[in-house]
C-alpha cells in the first residue's frame, strides 16, 4: 500500500516538472500598445525567454515588411547574444507612443520626415540611427484603369499624413496630372497645386486604410508596405517613385530608438545586420521591387 502511494506521488511530481519545463519557453505577452493596434510580442530568435548569456532586445514593427525583415536579423542577432524580440503594430502612432515611453527600444516602420513631424506633434525626442530599405509608393488603379482614361474631376486616395500625402502629390506631379509650387518639394500640400487640369479630387485617408478604399476611387497612391498587405504587386502600379529619386533619397525607412540611445551596443549591432548584405539578398528576393535595399 505505502509503495502505491509513493508511486502516485513521484508520478504528480513527474509531471509538474514537465509542465513547468514547457511553460518556461513561452514568449511574454506584450503591452506596447492597446489590442487594436499591436499583436503580441513574438520572441523571433527561437531561443526561448532571454537566459544570463543572452540580451534581449525589444523592437517595434510594421508586420510587413518591417516584422519580416528583423526576423530574418534575429537568426544573425541570436548567434551574437542578442535575443530579439518584435512587437507588430498596425498604426504609425502606437509604435512611436510606445518607444517614446520605455516599453520599446527601438523601432522600424517609418522615414525621417515623418519621425521629424511626430516630434514636432508630439513632443517626443526620438532620432534615426540609419536607413534600412525604401518603399516606393505606387499609383493603383481602382474604378479607372490607365492614366490616360482618368475622367474629369475623378478622385484619387492619398495618404493623410503630412510627409506620405507629399509624396503622392510629388508622384502625381511627375505624371503630368497636376502642378506644384516650385519649391514646394517634400513639404508639398494640397494648397500648393498649381494646375489642376483634369479637376482631380485628392482624397486623403488613413495611410492603413488606402488600399481597402481602391474600389471606391479611381485610383490610389499608396505605401508600399500597406500595398503588399492588400495583395498588391509594385508591378501592378500605373507609376511609382524611383530608386534614385529624391523621394527614395528621403524617404528611405530607418531604425529608430529614444535620444541618447544611438551607441547602445545592441542598437549598433542591429543596424549593422539590417545594412548587411544578407538582410539586403532576402529583401530583394522576398518583395519582388516593393521594398529596395539602400545598402
Known amino acids: 500500500m505505502k509503495k502505491s502511494i509513493y508511486a502516485g506521488l513521484a508520478a504528480l511530481l513527474s509531471a509538474a516538472l514537465l509542465a513547468g519545463c514547457s511553460s518556461g519557453g513561452a514568449a511574454p505577452a506584450s503591452s506596447a500598445a ?7 510580442a513574438s520572441s523571433a530568435s527561437g531561443e526561448g525567454n532571454a537566459n544570463a548569456d543572452t540580451v534581449p532586445l525589444k523592437v517595434g514593427a510594421s508586420p510587413t515588411p518591417h516584422a ?13 547574444g542578442i535575443q530579439l524580440e518584435i512587437v507588430e503594430f498596425t498604426d504609425y502612432v502606437q509604435p512611436n507612443l510606445a518607444l517614446d515611453s520605455g516599453e520599446l527600444d527601438a523601432n522600424f516602420f517609418q522615414h525621417t520626415p515623418y519621425l521629424d513631424q511626430f516630434n514636432a506633434d508630439r513632443g517626443t525626442k526620438l532620432v534615426p540611427v540609419g536607413t534600412v530599405h525604401y518603399e516606393p509608393l505606387g499609383l493603383y488603379a481602382g474604378k479607372t484603369s490607365s492614366i490616360e482614361a482618368l475622367p ?17 502629390l510629388l508622384l502625381l506631379q511627375a505624371q503630368g496630372l497636376l502642378s506644384l509650387r516650385e519649391d514646394a518639394g517634400v513639404n508639398a500640400t494640397q494648397t500648393d497645386i498649381t494646375e489642376n487640369p483634369k479637376n482631380l479630387k485628392i482624397q486623403e485617408i488613413a495611410p492603413e486604410q488606402v488600399a481597402r478604399s481602391l474600389q471606391d476611387v479611381d485610383m490610389a497612391v499608396i505605401n508600399g508596405n500597406y500595398a503588399i498587405l492588400g495583395g498588391l504587386s509594385i508591378a501592378d502600379a500605373l507609376a511609382q517613385e524611383e530608386k534614385d529619386s529624391l523621394a527614395a533619397e528621403t524617404y528611405a525607412n530607418v531604425l529608430v530608438v529614444r535620444e541618447g540611445d544611438e551607441s547602445r551596443s545592441e542598437i549598433t549591432e542591429l543596424l549593422a545586420v539590417l545594412q548587411g548584405d544578407a538582410i539586403a539578398s532576402f529583401i530583394e528576393s522576398s518583395y519582388a521591387g516593393a521594398v529596395v535595399p539602400m545598402s
Not at 161 to 168: G, H, L, V
Open 152 to 168: 474629369d474631376g475623378a478622385t484619387i486616395a492619398v495618404p493623410n499624413d503630412t510627409s506620405n500625402e507629399a509624396r503622392a
Open 68 to 80: 519580416e525583415i528583423l526576423a530574418k536579423a534575429a537568426e544573425e542577432l541570436a548567434e551574437k
Open 34 to 40: 492597446p489590442a487594436s493596434s499591436a499583436a503580441p
